[in-house]
């Protein structure tokens, strides 16, 4: 049983940064890929970027490219961080991440979500 905890969201002006966590366990995070995505009011939840455990390469959506940035704790390879910066009111939305093996074609385990208001 793999768990997913995300923490660090918050309420923050436009224009600010914030950092959020998510601690995964339950299995050994070696392999695979942990996304992170996120879901406005009244929006589909969207794909906000991803990191690749194996090798820490990473892919990001266009929305949060050149703002964010996700990595992982090395000395413990069961963490992992979305660094958001300039952050817009239309960041405001629920953050998840989510993890996925090499295997799968989709993220089949979600932590609960962290909330991230940005006020203008």
């Known amino acids: 049983q793999v768990l997913l905890v995300e923490s660090g969201g918050g309420l923050v002006q436009a224009g600010d940064s914030l950092r959020l966590s998510c601690v995964a366990s339950?299995?050994?995070?070696?392999?695979?890929?942990m996304g992170w995505f996120r879901q406005a009011p009244g929006k589909e939840r969207e794909f906000v970027g991803r990191?690749?455990?194996?090798?820490?390469?990473?892919?990001y959506s266009d929305l949060v490219k050149g703002r964010s940035t996700i990595s992982r704790d090395n000395a413990k390879n069961t963490v992992v961080y979305l660094q958001m910066d300039s952050l817009k009111p239309e960041d405001t939305a629920v953050y998840y991440c989510?993890?996925?093996?090499?295997?799968?074609?989709?993220?089949?385990?979600w932590g609960q979500g962290t909330q991230v208001t940005v006020s203008s």
């Open positions: 989510a993890y996925r093996n090499y295997y799968n074609p989709t993220f089949n385990y």
């Open positions: 339950g299995r050994t995070f070696s392999v695979g890929f």
């Open positions: 990191i690749n455990w194996s090798d820490g390469s990473t892919d």
